[in-house]
């Protein structure tokens, strides 16, 4: 896995939106990691970079005019995986960079590593989608729907891994639901 947790913190600290992967933390602790990160992430200026170590994660945040997205990642430099299927021929490399070494229809390994520019990309495509859907996204609409914000992300991300990148794949169910009501 990945992506531990997805934050949206705007910039006086308070939590707009948080979903976390596979975190067995309570809420007091949960509490306390966005509260360190936010602290860490908030105090950096621009011209430092968009990565920051923090106890076994690495955040890879990005600002957009008053909100700040930030995502939590393993900290491990790769992580192992075993595959149990078929590929047609050698090796196969993917958007969420996983390198994959297969034959034919053996087990094989699979390494992930994660891709810290690729996280960031995904953090802009969560903007752009909800920018298509709310039309220029603000706080207020991550507010006031908070639930389509989630609905987003949960079409995108499932289990700490991004399986979904089309924009008009992920909104579809979103305009389903709206077109019912």
Excluded: W
């Excluded at 996280?119 to 969560?126: A, D, G, Q, T, Y």
Aim: proline fraction near 1%.
């Amino acid at each position: 896995m990945g992506i531990r947790f997805v934050l949206l913190v705007n910039k006086q600290g308070q939590t707009r939106l948080a979903q976390y992967y596979a975190e067995h933390l309570t809420l007091d602790e949960r509490r306390a990691l966005e509260g360190e990160i936010v602290r860490k992430c908030l105090a950096r200026t621009e011209q430092q970079c968009s990565f920051v170590e923090h106890r076994n994660y690495k955040i890879v945040y990005r600002r957009y005019a008053s909100l700040f997205f930030l995502v939590g990642v393993d900290n491990d430099e790769q992580m192992e995986y075993t595959y149990c299927g078929s590929f047609t021929h050698g090796r196969s490399k993917q958007f969420s960079s996983v390198i994959a070494y297969v034959a034919m229809g053996a087990v094989v390994d699979v390494i992930a590593y994660v891709n810290e520019l690729a996280i960031l990309e995904f953090i802009h495509l969560f903007v752009e989608t909800m920018d298509r859907h709310f039309g220029n996204v603000c706080e207020l609409d991550i507010m006031f729907h908070l639930e389509k914000a989630h609905f987003m992300l949960e079409e995108m991300v499932m289990n700490g891994c991004i399986v979904e990148t089309s924009k008009s794949n992920i909104l579809a169910p979103i305009q389903l639901m709206e077109k019912a009501s």
